[in-house]
């Protein structure tokens, strides 16, 4: 039932009624993961092939950034997100997150260093997710910091590994929470170490693919694939766990159930989940001024349908989904709400674009 009410959500919403238009900033980027908004109007744009190059406010792309680290390039590895420190203005610090390692042993790494004209100086490797894996999926590494000034990070449960999910004293398919050096924060739920890791801050995630703060109530919004189908849009709270692989709406690749369950009691129920999957990857809040009646309004980048979808939340619950953006016809890897008041998308593809949707 609650299947066809999103699916009715969907069919009948009308496309957004606010004018806009989309602008291609930059292209041919080598399929693009994340952008991150630097303070002169720039942009830095990670790309999965192991690149994080400049972007200037006239569309201008640079040659690569020099002293960042070689990445486990294969699959789904390669180079993930890119965020600034909070004080960014006065340290020039930037954190990267991406796959670490080799073929027999790889994971989600993050490290840290100072943005210079062309190259990150004084590089280091604050975080690296235990235990590694030999499978070139499902690395997670989608970064947010938060307001108290602790990063969180996602990590995917390896595809092969699932059950560690429900692991808590393994980082695999979780939330971490650090300090920006790489500590573990004394209020973290487990960081005593006695009842799981001291770095985990939720658990029983599949592949998170989004992460973003609503800064008008310190939620904190996250979204992850499923198998076939079991797509979930999940509100994250400390020590919560959110069912992977013990429950699930999604079924396995074989056909075959994942879990009996649905829900379960100590389980977080998802906001919303999509089956079909439509793949979700970049998920943004809206906080700009540039579209009103977007304001606190979700945007899910979807890989298959190749669209985005408009979330509107109400008191903590979904109250309405919609299709937008579907002319531009190409998989959404992410979604930014940039400084500026505009939404930004990246297009993923080996000629992919930096868009930026403005009011027309």
């Known amino acids: 039932m609650r299947v066809l009410l999103v699916i009715m959500a969907i069919f009948f919403a009308t496309m957004t009624n606010a004018d806009y238009k989309v602008e291609t900033v930059a292209e041919n980027l080598n399929f693009p993961w994340s952008v991150a908004f630097l303070p002169d109007g720039s942009y830095l744009v990670a790309l999965r092939v192991g690149e994080v190059r400049r972007v200037s406010p006239d569309g201008d792309v640079s040659e690569p950034l020099t002293g960042l680290p070689a990445s486990f390039v294969e699959s789904q590895g390669g180079y993930f997100d890119v965020v600034l420190d909070p004080e960014f203005e006065t340290n020039q610090i930037v954190y990267l997150s991406f796959a670490y390692g080799s073929a027999e042993s790889n994971g989600t790494r993050i490290v840290r260093g100072e943005l210079a004209e062309t190259s990150i100086k004084n590089l280091q490797t604050i975080f690296t997710v235990h235990p590694l894996k030999d499978t070139p999926v499902h690395y997670g590494g989608k970064m947010l910091f938060l307001d108290d000034g602790t990063l969180l990070m996602t990590t995917g449960d390896g595809f092969e590994y699932r059950e560690a999910a429900q692991d808590t004293f393994s980082q695999l398919g979780k939330i971490i929470r650090i300090n920006g050096d790489g500590s573990v924060p004394v209020d973290n739920p487990f960081s005593d170490g006695g009842k799981g890791d001291?770095?985990?801050?939720?658990?029983g995630h599949r592949n998170p693919q989004g992460l973003?703060?609503?800064?008008s109530t310190g939620k904190v919004y996250m979204h992850e694939h499923g198998p076939q189908g079991g797509d979930e849009l999940n509100s994250i709270r400390p020590a919560k766990n959110y069912g992977w692989p013990a429950v699930s709406y999604g079924i396995n690749y074989s056909g075959a159930l994942v879990s009996p369950l649905t829900s379960a009691p100590g389980v977080?129920?998802?906001?919303t989940f999509w089956v079909p999957s439509i793949a979700p990857s970049g998920l943004a809040i809206y906080e700009g001024t540039a579209f009103p009646d977007w304001q606190g309004d979700l945007f899910v980048g979807a890989l298959l349908d190749q669209e985005v979808r408009r979330i509107g939340i109400e008191s903590g619950k979904v109250v309405s989904e919609e299709v937008v953006f579907s002319?531009?016809?190409?998989?959404?890897?992410?979604?930014r709400s940039g400084p500026d008041g505009y939404l930004y998308i990246l297009t993923d593809?080996?000629?992919g674009k930096l868009l930026r949707i403005v009011p027309d």
């Open 327 to 335: 002319e531009i016809g190409e998989r959404i890897r992410d979604v």
């Open 212 to 215: 973003a703060l609503d800064q």
């Open 198 to 203: 001291p770095k985990v801050w939720s658990y």
């Open 349 to 351: 593809s080996v000629a």
């Open 268 to 271: 977080q129920d998802p906001l």
